[in-house]
């Protein structure tokens, strides 16, 4: 069973960056699709980016060139950094995983674990 902890969310003035991880248990990152996604409130949850076993990535257009995917499979730990913040970023983020030796992908229905969510404000 998977069990997924986000941390590193925090408010932040538009054009800042955070880094958020995901600390994850129960199976090793490095043989699964990892994702994340986030959403506000009243709309449904998006994907923001993915990362397949194969350590290939895959991008939402609105965050393409500002965030980068990645993981450390010596810490069992997925990160996610955000530059150029605006504050249509501002939503509570999520980590999941899919099944092993996945491709990455942005279909949220390919991830069967979610995390609690870090919350993530900008502010213009």
């Known amino acids: 069973q998977w069990r997924l902890v986000e941390s590193g969310g925090g408010s932040v003035q538009a054009g800042g960056s955070l880094r958020l991880s995901c600390a994850a248990s129960g199976y090793s990152i490095s043989s699964a699709r990892m994702g994340w996604f986030r959403q506000t409130p009243g709309k449904e949850r998006e994907a923001v980016a993915s990362?397949?076993?194969?350590?290939?990535?895959i991008y939402a257009d609105s965050v393409e060139g500002r965030f980068s995917i990645s993981k450390d499979n010596a810490e069992n730990t997925l990160y996610l950094q955000m530059n150029s913040l605006m504050p249509e970023d501002t939503a509570m983020y999520y980590c999941a995983a899919g099944p092993l030796f996945g491709w990455p992908t942005l279909n949220k229905d390919d991830f069967g674990y979610w995390g609690q969510g870090t919350q993530v404000t900008v502010s213009s």
């Open positions: 990362i397949g076993s194969n350590g290939g990535t």
